[in-house]
């Protein structure tokens, strides 16, 4: 069975950082990572890595959030650094096995001042 645990969400101030982190069981997964879903938006791409560590950054977090992921772990986190008030969202944590998506239930963060 597929269990997808997050932690490390809260409130942060403009400017703040957070890491997220996602320990997964019941499987080996070719692919781990992150999206968000803010109010009354689609949920969108944060950053993806590979089990032999190939990465993916959605547009808007280049350069400010690093993920990473340790495969003897099952776990991966996203460094959140240098927030801004649009980083404000639900971050759910996903995880590919032989093309089949597990998601997690996700943690909120919210960057305010």
């Known amino acids: 069975q597929v269990q997808l645990v997050e932690s490390g969400g809260g409130l942060v101030q403009p400017g703040g950082s957070l890491r997220l982190s996602c320990a997964a069981s019941?499987?080996?997964?070719?692919?781990m990572g992150w999206y968000r879903q803010a109010p009354g938006k689609q949920r969108e791409l944060v950053a993806t890595?590979?089990?032999?560590?190939?990465?993916n950054y959605g547009d808007s977090v280049k350069g400010r959030f690093t993920i990473s992921r340790d495969n003897a772990k099952n776990t991966v986190w996203l460094q959140m650094n240098s927030l801004k008030p649009e980083d404000t969202a639900v971050y759910y944590c996903k995880a590919v096995k032989y093309n089949s998506p597990f998601w997690g239930q996700g943690t909120q963060v919210t960057v305010s001042p």
């Open positions: 890595i590979t089990f032999g560590g190939t990465i």
């Open positions: 019941g499987s080996i997964f070719s692919i």
